[in-house]
């Protein structure tokens, strides 16, 4: 009888934050050296499941990788920042737009 893989995830580590993946899923992380449509290997993997058995690492899981492909690579929405000290005659505006890389999740290697 064949097994059937109830809930695959992996907790991976990029762009100095975690996420937890799965398979398909689309992911808008800190912008990657990578072109649009390359593969991109997160071998920073902190912890997996397979449905039935956990393992988390210390501090990573030896031999396993998480596979993506780059959909695009762009920039966030516009934040405005605006300092201003009354009395003072001090206003400083500044805006800052964060870049970005959009993923989708291929293959977890266990």
Known sequence: KEREVLFVFAVIKTGGKQ???????ILFIEKLNAE??????FDEVLALSDGESFVAGTPLVNGSSVKATVIKNGKGKKIEVFKYKAKKGEKKHIGHRQPYTKVEITKIAL
């Open 19 to 25: 996420y937890k993946v799965q398979e398909g899923d």
């Open 36 to 41: 649009d449509g390359a593969e991109v290997i």
